[in-house]
């Protein structure tokens, strides 16, 4: 058990939940790098972690990397996914290898992501244990996710759940909305951001009659990578765009911020569990508070962070020292954080919510 800011963090004995070995690669010759960054969501008295799974071909080559990309001319489906496999030579002078995530320019422009992901059900009756589907539930489907589908964010509405969740290609990052009933079949809505966004997570409920969703736009020359606020009338038009929440110079926040799980209402406002990483790329979790009935007002906002990797699987892994959470559960007074260690597994924390509340000091 961790202490910050007087909230007791209490990690899942079970941790890691589920790690890259757990889940049964898309095709024969490949493997599993990471499962993480799940979305989250409550459904027929199971939890649901929609993964995030990257993989890619056996490297058997150390001259090449073999990089898979969706084939854009072939016939994709979840059963037989249309995939590309693209050799790029290690010793070329013009790339830089140096992130195994993806393979960069000289310039620092990005050639290729090293993996594809997408989006894969595992199901659990006590939140701890779960049983994960053998083969893709979503796969990249559209030119836009030629180089996978990512952390996706899931906002139930009704009877039904809405995916908000980052579609990548050459073209950039954009978010695109799934919808689905069952965690069976999945409805495509189309995007809702253009390139370069990233980070949404809707509000699980309307206020004064409109939609709001928290997003993290990354500008490429002017400004920074902050949260800003969005709203809608109907869930696909997004308009009246407003920063939210900035960088802070010097703490654990000071490189970029982004939503993390859907903000959960409490009666002291919306509760925000956010992502920051300073300028060492150590990413943490944080909390922030929003009015009730006007989210576009930070309320109160811790000065540290609640949760840092210190955790073995949190400090070592595909990329070191990351707790990036994306999704939580609230029974009672107890908040189950689910989040991704390392970008390589999963892991679970909890903590009491009137703790946590307590320790937001109001903004002056």
């Not at 049964?24 to 989250?40: H, I, R, T």
């Amino acid at each position: 058990m961790t202490m910050l800011q007087n909230i007791e963090i209490e990690r899942s004995v079970n941790n890691p939940l589920i790690t890259p070995k757990d889940v049964k690669p898309s095709f024969p010759d490949w493997e599993v790098l990471g499962v993480f960054n799940a979305g989250v969501a409550e459904y027929e008295g199971e939890v649901i972690l929609l993964l995030r799974v990257a993989e890619c071909p056996r490297q058997n080559n150390p001259r090449h990397v073999l990089v898979p990309v969706l084939d854009v001319n072939g016939r994709a489906s979840v059963s037989e996914p249309a995939v590309e496999i693209v050799k790029v030579d290690k010793d070329d002078p013009n790339l830089d290898f140096s992130d195994p995530r993806v393979i960069r320019d000289r310039e620092g422009g990005t050639v290729y992501l090293t993996s594809i992901s997408h989006f894969r059900v595992a199901r659990s009756r006590d939140g701890l244990t779960f049983t994960i589907d053998e083969t893709p539930s979503i796969w990249p489907a559209d030119p836009l996710e030629r180089w996978g589908i990512e952390d996706p964010r899931i906002t139930r509405l009704g009877d039904r759940y809405h995916i908000a969740y980052s579609a990548v290609s050459e073209r950039g990052v954009a978010v695109g909305r799934l919808t689905t009933s069952d965690f069976v079949s999945f409805r495509r809505e189309g995007l809702i951001l253009a390139p370069t966004n990233k980070d949404v997570a809707v509000f699980p409920a309307a206020i004064n009659g409109k939609y709001y969703m928290l997003h993290r736009p990354v500008p490429e020359s002017i400004g920074q990578p902050e949260m800003w606020l969005a709203e809608s009338p109907d869930l696909e038009h997004w308009g009246n765009h407003r920063f939210l929440m900035g960088l802070r110079e010097g703490k654990w926040d000071s490189a970029r911020i982004g939503a993390g799980c859907v903000p959960i209402q409490t009666e002291a406002g919306w509760l925000i569990l956010y992502h920051g990483a300073d300028r060492t790329h150590r990413y943490c979790m944080g909390a922030a508070l929003l009015d009730l009935q006007d989210p576009g007002r930070v309320i109160a906002r811790m000065e540290e962070p609640l949760i840092v990797p210190e955790s073995e699987y949190e400090t070592s892994g595909f990329f070191h020292s990351v707790i990036f959470a994306c999704g939580a559960i609230r029974r009672g007074e107890q908040v189950m954080m689910y989040y991704g260690a390392s970008d390589d597994s999963m892991a679970c924390a909890s903590f009491h919510l009137p703790q946590l509340l307590e320790a937001l000091k109001p903004l002056t």
